[in-house]
C-alpha cells in the first residue's frame, strides 16, 4: 500500500507561480514511476508529467506544460513536487499525484488550483 498526500492548492492570478507536493508514504520502495494528473470540470483526467523512477528518472511532459512546469524530487523527504510558473487559466484544475507499483497503482485526494484575476 502507498499512501499519498498533495498540498499547495491554491488561487494565483495568471502568470503567478505555485508548487505543489505530493508526501508518499506505505511501500514506497515498490513505486515504479510517479506523475502529476489534472483534470478540469467538464473535462477528462489528463497527464500533466509523469516520472520513471526505474529508468533514471525520465521525464514525459504534456505539450501543454513544457517550459512552465518543473517536477522534481527530494528522496529523503519522499516528497514530489511541481513547480507551476506563468500560471494560465486553463490550468485550473484538481491536480492529482499518481504513484504506479508492479502492484497496482495509488491516488492522492487531489489539490485545487484555480487561475483567475
Known amino acids: 500500500q502507498v499512501q499519498l498526500v498533495e498540498s499547495g492548492g491554491g488561487l494565483v492570478q495568471p502568470g503567478g507561480s505555485l508548487r505543489l507536493s505530493c508526501a508518499a508514504s506505505g511501500s514506497i520502495f515498490s513505486i515504479n514511476g510517479m506523475g502529476w494528473y489534472r483534470q478540469a470540470p467538464g473535462k477528462q483526467r489528463e497527464l500533466v508529467v509523469f516520472i520513471n523512477l526505474s529508468v533514471g528518472g525520465s521525464t514525459n511532459y504534456a505539450d501543454s506544460v513544457k517550459g512552465r512546469f518543473t517536477i522534481s524530487r527530494d528522496n529523503a523527504k519522499n516528497t514530489m513536487y511541481l513547480q507551476m510558473n506563468n500560471l494560465k487559466p486553463e490550468d485550473t484544475a484538481v491536480y492529482s499525484c499518481?504513484?504506479?507499483?508492479?502492484?497496482?497503482?495509488?491516488w492522492g485526494q487531489g489539490t485545487q488550483v484555480t487561475v483567475s484575476s
Open positions: 499518481n504513484a504506479e507499483t508492479d502492484y497496482g497503482e495509488y
